[in-house]
């Protein structure tokens, strides 16, 4: 892909993304995994969602790649076991300590690296009892300043509230998403629908 990855568009210091540019970029990978667990005959589950998975074509378009380890559930299955483990911060609980893999690891992992594309912060950079997810938890809605990018923050920005609220809108999608209990986590259709609503609003 011609724009390489997510991952080399946070990190690096040769590029940027602006806000629209992240949450669209975070909407092409929802659908691209409502389609896989909604769309496809047999529910697909990736197992390795995250930064540098994320491909980025000539117009800035998202493509999920790297279907290594991806697993499809049977026609009565909505989950199963592995001993395949994917990459460690972005790993949902029930898989990372019974190998239970279900649409739902899929719906955590997006939900850490939603988190980590508006904070450019890694899910591994966090020691002892804090996490990404309880660091962004800890600042909503009020200290959102704390967490966000700072790269995204202009002082002379006079959209800077506007903007504020639609990340902070975008960071309880991301919880919503990597609740402990699979059961917790919203579903890839719901969050594209609500990623959708906030990029309206951010427009408008």
């Not at 724009?3 to 691209?32: P, T």
């Not at 999608?173 to 699979?182: G, I, K």
Request: glycine fraction near 6%; charge should be negative; charged fraction near 25%.
């Amino acid at each position: 892909m011609p724009n390489g990855s997510l991952e080399k568009y946070l990190y690096s210091h040769n590029y940027f993304l602006d806000i629209k540019q992240r949450l669209s970029i975070m909407i092409d990978v929802a659908c691209a995994l409502e389609y896989l667990h909604h769309g496809c005959a047999l529910p697909v589950i990736h197992c390795d969602v995250k930064p540098s998975n994320v491909l980025l074509d000539e117009d800035m378009v998202a493509h999920l790649s790297d279907f290594g380890i991806s697993k499809l559930l049977g026609e009565y299955e909505s989950d199963l076991y592995t001993k395949t483990l994917s990459t460690m911060g972005y790993i949902a609980p029930e898989y990372g300590q019974d190998g239970l893999v279900s649409t739902k690891c899929d719906v955590y992992s997006y939900g850490i690296m939603l988190l980590e594309t508006f904070t450019r912060r890694k899910p591994n950079d966090f020691e002892g009892d804090l996490s990404l997810k309880q660091w962004v938890s800890n600042s909503l809605p009020e200290a959102i300043m704390d967490v966000l990018d700072a790269n995204l923050i202009t002082p002379t920005n006079n959209r800077l509230q506007k903007e504020l609220d639609v990340v902070a809108s975008i960071m309880e999608v991301a919880l919503d998403c990597c609740a402990e209990s699979p059961e917790g986590r919203t579903n890839m259709k719901d969050v594209v629908g609500m990623l959708r609503k906030i990029m309206i609003q951010l427009l408008t």
